[in-house]
Every structure is written in C-alpha cells, then in structure tokens.
C-alpha cells in the first residue's frame, strides 16, 4: 500500500498454466520463472509502445512484487503479482473474457470467488484474472508472499515447525532497487523533518490501509536508522533531541536490537541513510525545476523568451498574438490577434508536450523532462 501511493496505476493479478502445450504441463508442476521474466519484458515493452502512441511525457516504469504458489488441491504451480506502473497496465495488449475483447477495467476485475478467467495476448500460457488493488486484494497476493518464506529452514525452533513443510514449497521476487515501499518511507521522513519531530512509536499510516503498519525485518532496521538520522538533523538545527524522541525510546523498551540501533554507536549503515536523505533533497530540487520548466515551456503558446527572436508579423502569422509597447518602445503585454483567444489564458493551458517552437527543444533537459516531444 505504501509504494501504491507513488503510482497512478497498480494492479493485482494472477497467472495460471493450461494444458495445451508440454511447456505449460511441466511449468504447471514446477516453478519456471523464466516465464514470469519474460512475461515482464513483454509488458515493458507494451508500456513504451503505449507511451509512444499515446505521446505521454512520461519514462514508463514498471515495478513489481511475485510469489509463486502451488495450489492446495491440485498442486499446481501459478504466480500472484502486484504490479506498480505510470501507464495504465490493462489497456496494454489484448484481454478477452470468453472471446469477447475488454477494454474497460471494471468488467476484467474479479469479484470476490466470481473469479473472470481473462485471455491476455501479453501471458499466453493460460489465462489470468486481475484483481482490484485495494487492502484486500493486496492482503490475498502477499498471504502468499508470507508462504513462500514460511520455511522448514527459518522455523526451525518455533511452534509452527511441524506445519512448515505444507508451506516450504514457493517462489519470491520483488523490485529491489529501490526496495518496494522505501521511497514513501523517506518521503515520511522528509515530512517529520520538516515538523522537526519523530513520531512516538515505530508504527506508521499508510493512505488506504486499515489501522498501523508496523514495519519488521531489514525494512524496520532501515526505518531506524532513518530515525536516527533525522533526529541528529534536529539535534543540529535546536541542540536537542526531536520532541517525542524519549517517548519512541520508552515505546521500544525490551527490544534491544532496536535500542541498539537508536542509542548505539554510528554504523555504516547510517551513513548510507544519510546519503539517503541528502539524495533525496536534490531529487525534491530537480522536480521542483522540471515543474517550473513544465510550467514554462509546455503550454499552449511558447514562453515569451522563446518569443523574442520572431519579429511583430511573425508572432502575429504563427500564434495569432501582438506585443503592446509602451512609449518607450518596451514590449509592455500581448493580446490577442483578431480570431484568436486571449494568450494569457491560453499561456495557462498545458499544450501537448514541450511546445513546437521552443528554443531549448533538442537539449538534454528538454529530451528528460518531456521524453515523448523534447528531441
């Protein structure tokens, strides 16, 4: 739910094998992920196909979290996503429910056990269903997640061993770089800096899902440190420890492996989370000039920099505008041309990418901003 907040598109699906071809039977009793890899680089490439159709000004990206399951009454092999992207995923390839085509989300998700057993031209080993990626459709995709690392191996010495072999069949991969869920964590931080306090227990509101998310495992220790290193920029900035740094402290109590992050002596983790934060200042700053240069250059008309080589009947021929000059022959404002609207508003509308006439069309800035237009 966390890294769902940095995407406009997220979707949870399934993926099953049928019998038609040996491939499929022996993939069905045996976890291939070549498959799943393959699966992938066909999604990717749609979504640059899509991006480039469609014009979007945007770097399509695709990341990811899979679990490999094998089903408890057949013992098949099938795979759970959830999938995080900027372009819309179902609109990629061809979906077709019992051979009729679908393009509208609403009548390819599965409802509760209404399951619709969707044709996908971008999986051909069998069908698949998509899921609606809220608490509920996420919670069912990671009970599998939570199998696969349900091992003899790792419960060994606990009371669920005896059942672990039920479980200790399974498959796990996830997008690493960053780790799913970790850039909204840092954007916690960001916003805690900013109030310049921690929060009194290491437990976090996560938008669309129900109650506290308590993080564990590497992902908790990371939260820590980020703490840590939050704190010491308040200590900086006041001389003192961020208000309710004693009572995170206190909340933590009797876990020494967490009180040795906060109280210890500096590691080299740390470090790396400063690294972190300072990373992530200058990408708050870059996004910030890349809105200004949206704002500026991908509007309706061309900015009037980018105007000012063109003489009076220039202007006038090719965007319908005039310059109003004062006495002493400065360009005072523009107006609108007989025929056309008023500039100001239409300098207010966005345009269709980075516009036409724009000097800085061709740069390095204008090529990463506006991928689809900016060459």
């Given at each position: 739910?966390?890294?769902?907040?940095?995407?406009?598109?997220?979707?949870?699906?399934?993926?099953?094998?049928?019998?038609?071809?040996?491939?499929?039977?022996?993939?069905?009793?045996?976890?291939?992920?070549?498959?799943?890899?393959?699966?992938?680089?066909?999604?990717?490439?749609?979504?640059?196909?899509?991006?480039?159709?469609?014009?979007?000004?945007?770097?399509?990206?695709?990341?990811?979290?899979?679990?490999?399951?094998?089903?408890?009454?057949?013992?098949?092999?099938?795979?759970?996503?959830?999938?995080?992207s900027n372009v819309p995923l179902w609109k990629?390839?061809?979906?077709?429910?019992?051979?009729?085509?679908?393009?509208?989300?609403?009548?390819?998700?599965?409802?509760?056990?209404?399951?619709?057993?969707?044709?996908?031209?971008?999986?051909?080993?069998?069908?698949?269903?998509?899921?609606?990626?809220?608490?509920?459709?996420?919670?069912?995709?990671?009970?599998?997640c939570l199998k696969d690392q349900f091992t003899?191996?790792?419960?060994?010495?606990?009371?669920?061993?005896?059942?672990?072999?039920?479980?200790?069949?399974?498959?796990?991969?996830?997008?690493?770089?960053?780790?799913?869920?970790?850039?909204?964590?840092?954007?916690?931080?960001?916003?805690?800096?900013?109030?310049?306090?921690?929060?009194?227990?290491?437990?976090?509101?996560?938008?669309?899902?129900?109650?506290?998310?308590?993080?564990?495992?590497?992902?908790?220790?990371?939260?820590?440190?980020?703490?840590?290193?939050?704190?010491?920029?308040?200590?900086?900035?006041?001389?003192?420890?961020?208000?309710?740094?004693?009572?995170?402290?206190?909340?933590?109590?009797?876990?020494?492996?967490?009180?040795?992050?906060?109280?210890?002596?500096?590691?080299?983790?740390?470090?790396?989370?400063?690294?972190?934060?300072?990373?992530?200042?200058?990408?708050?700053?870059?996004?910030?000039?890349?809105?200004?240069?949206?704002?500026?250059?991908?509007?309706?008309?061309?900015?009037?920099?980018?105007?000012?080589?063109?003489?009076?009947?220039?202007?006038?021929?090719?965007?319908?505008?005039?310059?109003?000059?004062?006495?002493?022959?400065?360009?005072?404002?523009?107006?609108?041309?007989?025929?056309?609207?008023?500039?100001?508003?239409?300098?207010?509308?966005?345009?269709?990418?980075?516009?036409?006439?724009?000097?800085?069309?061709?740069?390095?800035?204008?090529?990463?901003?506006?991928?689809?237009?900016?060459?």
């Open positions: 739910m966390a890294e769902k907040t940095h995407w406009p598109y997220t979707l949870c699906l399934a993926l099953t094998y049928s019998d038609e071809t040996q491939h499929n039977r022996d993939a069905s009793q045996m976890f291939c992920y070549d498959d799943v890899r393959a699966f992938m680089a066909r999604l990717r490439a749609a979504s640059r196909r899509y991006a480039k159709k469609h014009r979007l000004n945007v770097t399509p990206t695709l990341r990811f979290l899979c679990a490999g399951e094998q089903g408890d009454r057949n013992g098949r092999c099938h795979w759970h996503l959830i999938l995080y990629l390839g061809e979906a077709r429910l019992r051979g009729k085509l679908l393009s509208n989300l609403e009548a390819m998700l599965s409802v509760g056990k209404r399951k619709r057993r969707l044709n996908w031209s971008l999986w051909d080993h069998g069908y698949c269903t998509f899921q609606e990626p809220d608490e509920g459709g996420m919670a069912y995709v990671l009970s599998y003899g191996e790792k419960s060994k010495g606990t009371m669920r061993e005896a059942k672990s072999e039920n479980f200790a069949t399974g498959h796990f991969g996830m997008s690493k770089r960053p780790a799913i869920g970790e850039q909204w964590l840092f954007e916690k931080m960001d916003r805690l800096l900013s109030a310049g306090a921690v929060m009194p227990k290491l437990e976090f509101r996560v938008p669309g899902m129900s109650g506290y998310w308590v993080p564990n495992g590497s992902f908790r220790k990371k939260a820590l440190w980020a703490l840590v290193a939050l704190n010491k920029r308040i200590v900086w900035t006041t001389g003192a420890n961020a208000p309710q740094w004693s009572s995170l402290i206190a909340s933590l109590e009797g876990s020494e492996s967490d009180l040795e992050v906060l109280l210890g002596k500096p590691e080299e983790e740390e470090l790396s989370v400063e690294a972190e934060i300072a990373r992530r200042s200058r990408e708050a700053a870059q996004r910030k000039a890349d809105a200004q240069f949206v704002e500026r250059c991908g509007r309706e008309l061309p900015c009037k920099g980018c105007l000012y080589p063109y003489t009076d009947d220039q202007i006038k021929a090719k965007f319908g505008i005039e310059r109003v000059y004062d006495e002493w022959g400065e360009v005072e404002e523009y107006r609108a041309a007989p025929g056309f609207q008023d500039p100001y508003e239409r300098w207010r509308r966005p345009g269709g990418g980075l516009h036409t006439y724009c000097e800085r069309r061709g740069s390095k800035e204008a090529r990463r901003v506006f991928p689809a237009t900016g060459g």
